[in-house]
């Protein structure tokens, strides 16, 4: 919607040459426009928007698509409740999950991590979901309280005055381009990292540069009961691969294998440069004996999709007037399933600092970035998981076995109580079995 002619407009700033363009206009003043429609975006939008500021969410994708990272941790629960959508949850067909199980080397399964046993609580129940379905129940709930949805519109850039954000450049499906200014500017571009590119933020994580090839299967073995939607992490013989498995509503199945760069895509190249991403991931699949019993039978759904799974975060998570949520402020590795949590936790967290801003009329870096060192904390705890994950020489179930009192403190990782438990005390004992990186602040 359009606002009165007393709303402040910034005029082009000449940093784009309106001769390549259509048309360039203005639009009037937003309290806070959200770069990126996904789960980060919308949660903040919809959360800021509640509390009765105009904000506006622009996606520049026209319709839903389909997307990777379908599995939920529990934790999510909370935000959820926040925004008010347990219901249309509880009410969809994705599948309910209760716990994790890992397969060793050997095909070995270990026991189910059920969520449950250390939270009685509902939310130990969570969901796999359809990304496509999922993100656009979201982006209608981001409308129905209040938030202006904008698709096919791409952010071009971010404009600042000085070291602070003034608004944006947009381009529409025709190239027509817009100016458009906001009191607080939201990065939720994903791994695109707008801000993060612009202002030269991000620092990969040097020993989690990974990749993965992934595709959907229709059919195929589930077990039985609670274990039916449970997430499947499945280890090759040689350990320098594994494989997800999540089940998914239609009877579909998502199944991924990730691996370190090199070994997965950069030395399989042929005298062309070129790889072949079905024969990778076939001799990676022949290599998993345990997934290969659950696909017999079932059939592929489209050809295998590939993507750089590195591990990144920006060096400041919000500067004066702007916010990075979600990939946009950093990704960690995928075997936890951690990606749709942390940007749902990450853009109600930010909504807060956001609300808090303007309460204060206060939008620097050190309000807008307030939630930034709990948010770390909580991702470190992560990020530790993971490094043992990729620790050949470590394995859980050893751990647990010399250290069963730490049996609670692993499924409240896996649940992503990160935040609301303090989860620390198993990593002492977790670094005498597997060598941990230094800890990242922010600058």
Same mark, same amino acid.
């Given at each position: 919607?359009?606002?009165?002619?007393?709303?402040?407009?910034?005029?082009?700033?000449?940093?784009?040459?309106?001769?390549?363009?259509?048309?360039?206009?203005? $639009?009037?003043?937003?309290?806070?426009?959200?770069?990126?429609?996904?789960?980060?975006?919308?949660?903040?939008?919809?959360?800021?928007?509640?509390?009765?500021?105009?904000?506006?969410?622009?996606?520049?994708?026209?319709?839903?698509?389909?997307?990777?990272?379908?599995?939920?941790?529990?934790?999510?629960?909370?935000?959820?409740?926040?925004?008010?959508?347990?219901?249309?949850?509880?009410?969809?067909?994705?599948p309910q999950k209760y716990s994790v199980q890992f397969y060793s080397r050997s095909g070995k399964a270990s026991s189910p991590f059920y969520f449950?046993?250390?939270?009685?609580?509902?939310?130990?129940?969570?969901?796999?979901?359809?990304?496509?379905?999922?993100?656009?129940?979201?982006?209608?709930?981001?409308?129905?309280?209040?938030?202006?949805?904008?698709?096919?519109?791409?952010?071009?850039?971010?404009?600042?005055?000085?070291?602070?954000?003034?608004g944006v450049v947009t381009q529409d499906t025709s190239r027509t381009r817009q100016t458009l200014n906001a009191t607080v500017i939201v990065d939720?571009?994903?791994?695109?990292?707008?801000?993060?590119?612009?202002?030269?933020?991000?620092?990969?994580?040097?020993?989690?540069?990974?990749?993965?090839?992934?595709?959907?299967?229709?059919?195929? $073995?589930?077990?039985?009961?609670i274990d039916e939607g449970a997430t499947l992490i499945l280890h090759t013989e040689e350990k320098d691969s594994w494989f997800w498995s999540i089940?998914?509503?239609?009877?579909?199945?998502?199944?991924?294998?990730?691996?370190?760069?090199?070994?997965?895509?950069?030395?399989?190249?042929?005298?062309?440069?070129?790889?072949?991403?079905?024969?990778?991931?076939?001799?990676?699949?022949?290599?998993?004996?345990?997934?290969?019993?659950?696909?017999?039978?079932?059939?592929?759904?489209?050809?295998?999709?590939?993507?750089?799974?590195?591990?990144?975060?920006?060096?400041?998570?919000?500067?004066?007037?702007?916010?990075?949520?979600?990939?946009?402020?950093?990704?960690?590795?995928?075997?936890?399933?951690?990606?749709?949590?942390?940007?749902?936790?990450?853009?109600?967290?930010?909504?807060?600092?956001?609300?808090?801003?303007?309460?204060?009329?206060?939008?620097?870096?050190?309000?807008?970035?307030?939630?930034?060192?709990?948010?770390?904390?909580?991702?470190?705890?992560?990020?530790?998981?993971?490094?043992?994950?990729?620790?050949?020489?470590?394995?859980?179930?050893?751990?647990?076995?010399?250290?069963?009192?730490?049996?609670?403190?692993?499924?409240?990782?896996?649940?992503?109580?990160?935040?609301?438990?303090?989860?620390?005390?198993?990593?002492?004992?977790?670094?005498?079995?597997?060598?941990?990186?230094?800890?990242?602040?922010?600058?």
């Amino acid at each position: 919607m359009l606002g009165s002619p007393r709303d402040k407009v910034i005029q082009y700033s000449g940093r784009i040459n309106p001769a390549k363009n259509k048309q360039m206009n203005t $639009h009037p003043n937003y309290d806070i426009i959200v770069i990126g429609g996904g789960p980060a975006g919308s949660t903040v939008a919809a959360l800021a928007a509640e509390q009765g500021h105009r904000v506006l969410l622009l996606e520049r994708e026209a319709e839903p698509n389909f997307k990777i990272g379908e599995s939920l941790i529990p934790a999510t629960y909370w935000t959820f409740k926040r925004l008010g959508i347990l219901e249309k949850l509880r009410a969809s067909h994705f599948p309910q999950k209760y716990s994790v199980q890992f397969y060793s080397r050997s095909g070995k399964a270990s026991s189910p991590f059920y969520f449950f046993q250390t939270n009685p609580h509902e939310s130990a129940i969570t969901w796999q979901v359809l990304r496509s379905e999922f993100d656009e129940m979201l982006l209608d709930n981001a409308k129905e309280k209040g938030v202006e949805v904008q698709r096919g519109i791409s952010v071009r850039e971010v404009l600042f005055e000085g070291d602070t954000a003034t608004g944006v450049v947009t381009q529409d499906t025709s190239r027509t381009r817009q100016t458009l200014n906001a009191t607080v500017i939201v990065d939720s571009t994903g791994q695109r990292s707008l801000i993060g590119r612009q202002l030269n933020l991000n620092t990969t994580e040097p020993n989690l540069k990974m990749a993965s090839l992934f595709t959907h299967y229709e059919g195929g $073995h589930r077990d039985d009961g609670i274990d039916e939607g449970a997430t499947l992490i499945l280890h090759t013989e040689e350990k320098d691969s594994w494989f997800w498995s999540i089940p998914l509503p239609y009877d579909r199945t998502s199944i991924g294998v990730v691996g370190e760069i090199d070994y997965l895509l950069q030395n399989r190249r042929d005298a062309n440069g070129r790889f072949d991403a079905q024969k990778i991931f076939t001799e990676e699949l022949a290599k998993c004996p345990p997934l290969q019993q659950r696909l017999e039978g079932a059939k592929q759904l489209f050809p295998i999709h590939t993507t750089k799974d590195f591990s990144y975060r920006a060096s400041r998570i919000a500067g004066n007037n702007w916010v990075l949520v979600g990939d946009a402020f950093g990704f960690l590795d995928p075997v936890y399933s951690t990606g749709l949590f942390l940007a749902l936790k990450s853009g109600e967290m930010a909504a807060d600092a956001i609300i808090e801003a303007f309460h204060k009329d206060d939008f620097s870096e050190a309000q807008l970035g307030s939630f930034g060192p709990a948010f770390v904390d909580g991702m470190e705890a992560f990020r530790k998981l993971v490094y043992a994950f990729y620790t050949k020489e470590f394995s859980f179930a050893r751990f647990l076995s010399q250290y069963p009192e730490h049996q609670g403190g692993i499924v409240d990782i896996l649940s992503g109580d990160v935040f609301r438990k303090d989860v620390t005390h198993i990593f002492p004992a977790m670094a005498e079995m597997c060598p941990f990186p230094p800890e990242v602040p922010l600058n």
